[in-house]
């Protein structure tokens, strides 16, 4: 059983950066692809950025596109969410998800493509 830790939530002021840390622990770590889910009062989870844990290729949200940065430290077991230029519609419950059933019909965009869940951080951009 692999356990996910997300780290490095806070309150930051509009125009701030954080970054997101998520560590696996458990066992042997092979997943397939990991990735960031975000969830605000009211909303539904949705989807922020994800990698291929082998050769590192990453997808984003739109709406996260070229201020958030996601990448892995193979030797570590920790994927990281650089969030820059934040704005306070960023504020959220920011999780991290592993991939290792390869779940191949769902898109990597959909939580359901996920099988391993962190507990969460909260961040929130004061405006």
């Known amino acids: 059983q692999v356990q996910l830790v997300e780290s490095g939530g806070g309150l930051v002021q509009t125009g701030g950066s954080l970054r997101l840390s998520c560590a696996a622990s458990g066992r042997t770590f092979n997943s397939i692809r990991m990735g960031w889910f975000r969830q605000a009062p009211g909303k539904e989870r949705e989807f922020v950025a994800t990698?291929?844990?082998?050769?590192?290729?990453?997808y984003y949200a739109d709406s996260v596109k070229g201020r958030f940065t996601i990448s892995r430290d193979n030797a570590k077991n920790t994927v990281y969410l650089q969030m820059n230029s934040l704005k306070p519609e960023d504020t959220a419950v920011y999780f991290c998800?592993?991939?290792?059933?390869?779940?191949?019909?769902?898109?990597?965009?959909?939580?359901?493509?996920?099988?391993?869940w962190g507990q969460g951080t909260q961040v929130t951009v004061s405006s």
């Open positions: 998800a592993a991939d290792f059933a390869g779940r191949t019909d769902w898109s990597y965009a959909s939580a359901r493509r996920y099988d391993t």
């Open positions: 990698i291929r844990w082998t050769h590192g290729s990453t």
